[in-house]
Structures are given as C-alpha cells and as structure tokens.
C-alpha cells in the first residue's frame, strides 16, 4: 500500500499533512507526553525545608515513612536535603526507630489486603516471618481490584474508548481525511 509523501492540494502549492508527518507529530507529542508525567511524578515526592530539617522529630518522620512501607534507603534522601542547612543532622537511630514502629502497621494482613484492593503496589519492607500470608492477603486484594477495573471498563457505555464526548466515534475522520 502505497503513501504519498508529499501531497499538494488541487487548488493551492501549499503542502498538506501527510502519513509521515503526522506519525512524525503524535511520536513527538508521545515523547513529551511521556516525559512530563514522569517529571510530575518526581515533583510530588516529599521535600524538607530547611525549617524542618532543624526540628522535624525524626521518630515521627520514621513511623510515618514506616506507615508508607517506605525502606531504609529512604533515608538517604533526608540527609541529602538537610546536608546544605547549617546544624540540622538527620538522625538515623529515632528514624529508624519510628519506621520500624510504622512497619508494624504497614505489615498487617488488613494492609496487604487494602493496599491490593485500592490498586497500589506492595513494598517489599516486611520481615520474612509471616511474609506468605501477607503476600496472600495482598494477592486477594489485588485480585478483587483488577476485577473491579475490568467489570467498571465493560460497563461503561463506550468500553471500546468509542464514542463519548471526548471519545472518537466509529465514524471519526482525523483532519476530514477518509482514511
């Protein structure tokens, strides 16, 4: 099948948007696409400012990590953004006392079993004690999550991403073109 590269109209010498030019187009529009949602991934991780990196309590700043299912390496990244404030050290004993207290929440059976359903990913933080059950609870979370997302994706009235008003009809001609 045959595509004409460049294409002028009948009327005018002005060349028109062709195959290539449009792939050309929607590849750059992916790229950027893709490139300002990992960004704005990065932008919502936690920073310190300066201020708390002098009087956060570093015991509840644990337990909350701790709560998050957040490991030890987590860490790093506090003393990275204390390093430049004069007097303000991270302390790693109260924080790792506090995250192991947030563990103790984190890894329940209930958690496993919330953390699969509402959909998000399970960190790998748990002792290993115990580990196969809360593996378990997670698996069935994650398994009524999944099935909930394809029973919601069939019931939609255009389960096929036809149609809506965003959505593009069956009939749709991108630029008046027939193709």
Known sequence: MPYLTKCHSASSSAPLLSVKTLGKASAAFSLITAAALTLSGCATTQSLTP????????????????????????????????????????????????????????????NAYKLGREGYDWQPVCPLEGIEKLEEAYAQGRYYYIRQRDLDYLRSPYPFGYGGRFGYSPFYTPFGYGW
């Not at 644990?62 to 991270?90: E, K, M, W």
């Not at 006392?97 to 209930?110: A, I, M, S, V």
């Open 51 to 110: 201020q708390q990196c002098q009087t956060s309590n570093w015991q509840e700043v644990g337990y909350a990590d701790g709560l998050r299912g957040r490991s030890g390496a987590h860490f790093g990244q506090y003393a990275n953004q204390c390093a430049s404030v004069i007097g303000a050290t991270p302390n790693r004993v109260l924080w790792e006392q506090g995250r192991q207290q947030g563990l103790k929440n984190y890894c329940t059976e209930l």
